[in-house]
């Protein structure tokens, strides 16, 4: 036999083996798709308020945080395009000092313009900001599976990851990988 004969049979050997693995199995047994216990009528309408509830509480912490970071990363737009809407004489024409001494119609539409082309950049450190904080926080491993309500047995997703601060994450000595 050649080489060559060798590298052809090593590939058809290799091809044989891939086909009998259809695909990887679960790392543990929490992981199995097992048949679990569904939960009776009244406990699951109890489960499914208390879900709903949790996510629900979730979602709202999300976007007063949301609302938080966005309004500080915007307050130089929000006060250029106010003090350029308030000081030009075709929209508000405010009586203010500033307004007759400093700003005319033209410096007031030079802010307006500014405070809209700031925008944008600032939308987008906004939106940084709030992802890298909600991943440090892990605020979306809040949310809650709806499973969670229908069957017995499955575990909160905080949990499992080591609590919201993740502080359980440095004692947890099982290594869960595929090599």
């Given at each position: 036999?050649s080489s060559h004969?060798?590298?052809?049979?090593?590939?058809?050997?290799?091809?044989?083996?891939?086909?009998?693995?259809?695909?990887?199995?679960?790392?543990?047994?929490?992981?199995?798709l097992l048949p679990?216990?569904?939960?009776?009528?009244?406990?699951?309408?109890?489960?499914?308020?208390?879900?709903?509830?949790?996510?629900?509480?979730?979602?709202?912490?999300?976007?007063?945080?949301?609302?938080?970071?966005?309004?500080?990363?915007?307050?130089?737009?929000?006060?250029?395009?106010?003090?350029?809407?308030?000081?030009?004489?075709?929209?508000?024409?405010?009586?203010?000092?500033?307004?007759?001494?400093?700003?005319?119609?033209?410096?007031?539409?030079?802010?307006?313009?500014?405070?809209?082309?700031?925008?944008?950049?600032?939308?987008?450190?906004?939106?940084?900001?709030?992802?890298?904080?909600?991943?440090?926080?892990?605020?979306?491993?809040?949310?809650?599976?709806?499973?969670?309500?229908?069957?017995?047995?499955?575990?909160?997703?905080?949990y499992e990851e080591?609590?919201?601060?993740?502080?359980?994450?440095?004692?947890?000595?099982?290594?869960?990988?595929?090599?």
């Amino acid at each position: 036999m050649s080489s060559h004969d060798a590298e052809d049979l090593g590939a058809e050997n290799l091809s044989e083996k891939s086909r009998m693995l259809p695909s990887l199995p679960p790392y543990d047994m929490d992981d199995q798709l097992l048949p679990r216990e569904p939960r009776s009528a009244w406990c699951c309408l109890a489960w499914t308020l208390l879900v709903v509830t949790m996510n629900s509480l979730v979602f709202f912490i999300n976007l007063l945080l949301m609302f938080i970071i966005f309004t500080i990363v915007l307050l130089p737009t929000i006060v250029v395009v106010y003090f350029g809407f308030q000081c030009h004489s075709r929209v508000l024409h405010s009586a203010a000092r500033y307004c007759k001494s400093i700003l005319d119609d033209n410096s007031s539409s030079a802010l307006i313009i500014l405070g809209f082309v700031i925008m944008s950049p600032l939308i987008v450190v906004a939106m940084a900001t709030y992802c890298s904080l909600a991943r440090r926080l892990r605020l979306l491993m809040c949310f809650q599976p709806c499973s969670r309500a229908v069957y017995k047995g499955v575990k909160w997703r905080w949990y499992e990851e080591g609590g919201l601060c993740s502080c359980a994450r440095g004692f947890n000595t099982q290594v869960k990988a595929w090599v």
